[in-house]
T-cell receptor, first 113, second 114 residues
Framework: DAGVIQSPRHEVTEMGQEVTLRCKPISGHDYLFWYRQTMMRGLELLIYFNNNVPIDDSGMPEDRFSAKMPNASFSTLKIQPSEPRDSAVYFC???????????FGSGTRLTVV | DQQVKQNSPSLSVQEGRISILNCDYTNSMFDYFLWYKKYPAEGPTFLISISSIKDKNEDGRFTVFLNKSAKHLSLHIVPSQPGDSAVYFCAASGLKTSYDKVIFGPGTSLSVIP
């Protein structure tokens, strides 16, 4: 199994541009999570899906952030327009039912200049 | 308001000695706790967990202790090895807060000195 796959690994964009982060969860996992890691706030849960349905998006910081999961093997996190304070590492994770811990992807390091 | 706190941002330990990483939580509804380890440029990986019905859980060199009355847990690594150098995240969830919604602490960076 290739694990959770995120792309791109690094993204540098200018303020005001649209950014799309992508995630492919582990096949068979029915939960998908988007987290953001910053020095100040650590790992924050942004949104999570169960069977492709968004369950809790209370962690999404603003309307500029949106996430979709059109099918069981793909999810996107979009920021539009991006701002310098969005600079962080964004992690996607997946899990099967309630077994143990998540499996995280390697993250996307986003820099907004 | 952080519900899961790791008050030591960093810790240095000699190889072969014990590493003790601490974690405090404020939400009494949490009843399931996890530790994750993270190497640079990688995602966090699950290390060990404990349910509130237990006060100790062991897995090889790793032991997690839970003190529910103090809302405190700790991760012990014995003996510490250089490969244990990483950032360790404490995390918590609960039936009433939703087991799906895991809250992470800010992390403690452990350096094991050869």
């Amino acid at each position: 199994d290739a694990g959770v796959i995120q792309s791109p690994r690094h993204e540098v964009t200018e303020m005001g541009q649209e950014v799309t982060l992508r995630c492919k969860p582990i096949s068979g996992h029915d939960y998908l999570f988007w987290y953001r890691q910053t020095m100040m706030r650590g790992l924050e849960l942004l949104i999570y899906f169960n069977n492709n349905v968004p369950i809790d998006d209370s962690g999404m910081p603003e309307d500029r952030f949106s996430a979709k999961m059109p099918n069981a093997s793909f999810s996107t996190l979009k920021i539009q327009p991006s701002e310098p304070r969005d600079s962080a590492v964004y992690f996607c994770a997946s899990r099967y039912l309630s077994q143990g811990g998540y499996t995280f992807g390697s993250g996307t390091r986003l820099t907004v200049v | 308001d952080q519900q899961v706190k790791q008050n030591s941002p960093s810790l240095s330990v000699q190889e072969g000695r014990i590493s003790i990483l601490n974690c405090d939580y404020t939400n009494s509804m949490f009843d399931y706790f996890l530790w994750y380890k993270k190497y640079p440029a990688e995602g966090p990986t699950f290390l060990i967990s404990i349910s509130s019905i237990k006060d100790k859980n062991e897995d090889g060199r790793f032991t997690v202790f839970l003190n529910k009355s103090a809302k405190h847990l700790s991760l012990h690594i014995v003996p510490s090895q250089p490969g244990d150098s990483a950032v360790y995240f404490c995390a918590a969830s609960g039936l009433k807060t939703s087991y799906d919604k895991v809250i992470f602490g800010p992390g403690t960076s452990l350096s094991v000195i050869p």
